[in-house]
């Protein structure tokens, strides 16, 4: 099984950017689908981005299409998520999640995914 680990959260100005990192260990990250999701307070858990398993396809969820890079680095093993034109609403804990199956697609559901990482602070200032 694969560990994963979210490191880069912190607290910014709306309008900046901060780069996330999924580091994984035990296993390939090329070995699975990642998706990053994030849970505000008070809100469920939504799917943010995800790339499908060996750089499959990759989507966005709308509300970060366009600001959001979701990419591998397999050389260091690990999945980044670089969060552009940061709003107050970007506001949440972000995890990303390992999708054991052979999907080259990302998928949306937070079930699909099987195994996590303890989760990582945004916090976006207006």
């Known amino acids: 099984q694969v560990q994963l680990v979210e490191i880069g959260g912190g607290l910014v100005q709306a309008g900046e950017s901060l780069m996330l990192s999924c580091t994984a260990s035990?296993?390939?990250?090329?070995?699975?689908?990642i998706g990053w999701f994030r849970q505000a307070p008070g809100k469920e858990r939504e799917f943010v981005a995800g790339?499908?398993?060996?750089?499959?396809?990759?989507r966005y969820t709308d509300s970060v299409e366009s600001r959001f890079i979701i990419s591998g680095d397999n050389a260091k093993n690990l999945v980044n998520l670089q969060l552009n034109s940061l709003r107050p609403e970007d506001t949440a804990v972000y995890f990303c999640?390992?999708?054991?199956?052979?999907?080259?697609?990302?998928?949306?559901?937070?079930?699909?995914?099987?195994?996590w990482g303890q989760g990582t602070q945004v916090t976006v200032s207006s």
């Open positions: 999640a390992a999708d054991a199956s052979a999907s080259y697609h990302p998928r949306r559901r937070q079930n699909d995914y099987d195994y």
């Open positions: 035990g296993r390939s990250v090329r070995d699975y689908g």
């Open positions: 790339i499908g398993r060996s750089g499959g396809t990759i």
